[in-house]
């Protein structure tokens, strides 16, 4: 498969050096037979290893960098790319040259498949060693299987094959151990004999599709889990605050769920960014009020709120409102002429 990205010609002659000037990197995924270039920029180091089969065209980045920098590259040919962060001190960033709003972005640990359209573009890496794993692919591949198996990446392909002027991306992938362990691999088979036959490269190639969709079903099911758990939390305390306002313990519901305290609260909070605890007191708060409203005495909203005392009540009031549960009732009755 043909080239498409490119540093820029002079600083990237300019700086390139032999394997052993290098004093910082040491080559993790060597590409026996494929072609390597070593840059080296003052104490900053770069390995850039690519092979080229007829469907795709792999490629490795590693780098160390005292300070985080910016690299320009040029997509000479709209392409379907997917990348892997196998190490970075923090999370790498595209932009279009000229601006400072981030196409895409990547988190170390993490892949994305990312459509890019013709054009430059600034990679912005973190300080410290990052190392990155990749390849672009034609559309063709996935016709060599069967397509629905990628829908978790369906906007990216097809924004490839309409050669849109727009870059987009998937969400992100975990790597996960079997993932990393098959780059590995096709790291390694590139250095064979056969290293000319398609039918290996394809076939690894679609492991590693394989690999990234799995992963990002395996994610979806365990956010859609999560959001399940924290919507069941969430009724719950709805129903216990009905039934005794204030006062229950959450030990009932996390036996009811069936989960442990750790798994529920963070399932809450995930799903909508506010604790138990808060989702409580703010359904307790808007009961009391209710009942405030209504006219009925402090002392008896203070009971039917599960507190043992007007005392308590007014604490949680106060602590609630900045007022007391008098000076509510006050406003309340300022406001709406009762």
Same mark, same amino acid.
């Given at each position: 498969?043909?080239?498409?990205?490119?540093?820029?010609?002079?600083?990237?002659?300019?700086?390139k050096v032999a394997q052993n000037q290098l004093r910082t990197l040491r080559t993790a995924l060597p590409m026996a037979n494929g072609q390597?270039?070593?840059?080296?920029?003052?104490?900053?180091?770069?390995?850039?290893?690519?092979?080229?089969?007829?469907?795709?065209?792999?490629?490795?980045?590693?780098?160390?960098?005292?300070?985080?920098?910016?690299?320009?590259?040029?997509?000479?040919?709209?392409?379907?790319?997917?990348?892997?962060?196998?190490?970075?001190?923090?999370?790498?960033?595209?932009?279009?040259?000229?601006?400072?709003?981030?196409?895409?972005?990547?988190?170390?640990?993490?892949?994305?498949?990312?459509?890019?359209?013709?054009?430059?573009?600034?990679?912005?890496?973190?300080?410290?060693?990052?190392?990155?794993?990749?390849?672009?692919?034609?559309?063709?591949?996935?016709?060599?299987?069967?397509?629905?198996?990628?829908?978790?990446?369906?906007?990216?392909?097809?924004?490839?094959?309409?050669?849109?002027?727009?870059?987009?991306?998937?969400?992100?992938?975990? @790597?996960?151990?079997? =993932?990393? %362990?098959?780059?590995?691999?096709?790291? *390694?088979?590139? !250095?064979?004999? #056969?290293?000319?036959?398609?039918?290996?490269? @394809?076939?690894?190639? =679609?492991? %590693?599709?394989?690999?990234?969709?799995? *992963?990002?079903? !395996?994610?979806? #099911?365990?956010?859609?889990?999560?959001?399940?758990?924290?919507?069941?939390?969430?009724?719950?305390?709805?129903?216990?605050?009905?039934?005794?306002?204030?006062?229950?313990?959450?030990?009932?519901?996390?036996?009811?769920?069936?989960?442990?305290?750790?798994?529920?609260?963070?399932?809450?909070?995930?799903?909508?960014?506010?604790?138990?605890?808060?989702?409580?007191?703010?359904?307790?708060?808007?009961?009391?009020?209710?009942?405030?409203?209504?006219?009925?005495?402090?002392?008896?909203?203070?009971?039917?709120?599960?507190?043992?005392?007007?005392?308590?009540?007014?604490?949680?009031?106060?602590?609630?409102?900045?007022?007391?549960?008098?000076?509510?009732?006050?406003?309340?009755?300022?406001?709406?002429?009762?």
């Amino acid at each position: 498969m043909k080239k498409t990205i490119y540093l820029p010609r002079l600083p990237y002659l300019k700086n390139k050096v032999a394997q052993n000037q290098l004093r910082t990197l040491r080559t993790a995924l060597p590409m026996a037979n494929g072609q390597r270039t070593n840059l080296k920029f003052g104490i900053s180091e770069c390995v850039i290893q690519e092979f080229d089969s007829r469907y795709v065209y792999l490629y490795s980045f590693e780098v160390f960098l005292p300070d985080r920098q910016t690299f320009l590259v040029r997509s000479a040919c709209s392409d379907l790319h997917n990348i892997y962060m196998l190490k970075g001190t923090s999370a790498l960033s595209i932009t279009a040259s000229g601006s400072e709003e981030a196409l895409l972005s990547l988190a170390p640990d993490r892949s994305r498949f990312f459509y890019l359209p013709q054009g430059n573009y600034r990679i912005n890496l973190p300080k410290g060693e990052t190392r990155l794993f990749g390849y672009y692919f034609d559309n063709k591949i996935f016709r060599m299987d069967n397509e629905r198996k990628f829908d978790f990446i369906k906007p990216v392909i097809d924004a490839r094959r309409t050669r849109s002027a727009e870059p987009i991306a998937s969400k992100m992938i975990a @790597i996960d151990p079997i =993932t990393s %362990l098959n780059i590995r691999h096709i790291c *390694n088979i590139l !250095k064979h004999e #056969n290293v000319k036959d398609e039918g290996d490269i @394809i076939v690894a190639t =679609t492991v %590693l599709l394989n690999l990234a969709r799995e *992963n990002f079903n !395996k994610k979806c #099911n365990e956010v859609q889990s999560q959001l399940s758990l924290a919507q069941n939390a969430r009724r719950l305390i709805e129903d216990h605050v009905l039934q005794h306002g204030h006062n229950f313990n959450f030990e009932a519901i996390y036996a009811l769920l069936g989960y442990k305290k750790s798994a529920v609260h963070f399932a809450h909070q995930r799903a909508f960014q506010e604790s138990m605890h808060d989702y409580k007191n703010r359904l307790v708060l808007e009961k009391a009020l209710k009942l405030l409203e209504q006219g009925q005495s402090i002392k008896n909203c203070a009971y039917s709120c599960g507190y043992n005392s007007p005392e308590t009540f007014h604490r949680f009031i106060k602590n609630q409102l900045g007022i007391t549960p008098a000076e509510y009732v006050n406003i309340f009755r300022i406001k709406t002429g009762f």
